[in-house]
């Protein structure tokens, strides 16, 4: 018998649809650069801007002498619009097992570290299904500062819908330690793409999709 959980919490990529191409979002980022003025911005660069620290956007930003919040809110704006293409063209697409979701009788809610605006994008695009509250982090130099695994979007999840006992449901250590930071139970989707990823923290449950949550719950 399953513990009782009084909401769902889920990571968005990786767990509900499937990872962004990280071809597109080098893409985006080299577009990027284009709209601040740098067309043929280093490798090494486009790759940092992939999931940058608020640091390494600042070293990034002053190797081109552009201000980290142009050359971030451009980044933002190409990624969030590659990935909306990609959902256009069915490629960022949910899994087959989110209709488990269906069944569930407790509330959910998605916390992720992909633009709001995207998570918003893959509600209105994809039959995703409903959630009583969604977050993905601020196109801003403070949404760096507040992703996972700092729980920060998470609080305010579980915050918005009232509950003292969620479970959240992730599939890297990011979204196993935010859950741990907050002292809230954490379930780790070991998909295909997480084959021989190793955690040096440990989840409360490991399963292998989201037709595993029917067993813990």
Known sequence: ?????????????????????????RDAIETAFDRV??????????????????DSLADVAAAYNVEPGTLW?????AAIDAQLGELEAGRKRPYDDVDVLSSLETATGIVSNNQHETIENILSHTSIGEF???????????????KKPRPYYLERAISDLGVSNPLYVGDSQKDVVAASTLGIDAAFVRR?????????VS???????????????
């Open 73 to 77: 809110e451009a980044r933002e704006r």
């Open 37 to 54: 003025g740098e067309p043929d911005p280093r490798a090494e660069h486009v790759q940092t801007l992939v999931s940058p620290t608020v």
């Open 132 to 146: 009583d509250v969604w977050y993905g982090r601020e196109p801003t130099i403070q949404g760096i500062e507040r």
């Open 1 to 25: 018998m399953g513990t009782a959980y009084d909401a769902i919490l889920f990571d968005n990529d990786g767990v509900l649809t499937t990872p962004t191409d990280r071809q597109v979002l």
């Open 192 to 200: 295909d793409h997480r084959r021989g990823y190793e955690l040096s």
């Open 203 to 217: 989840p409360t449950y490991e399963i292998e999709s989201l037709e595993g949550l029917l067993e813990v719950l």
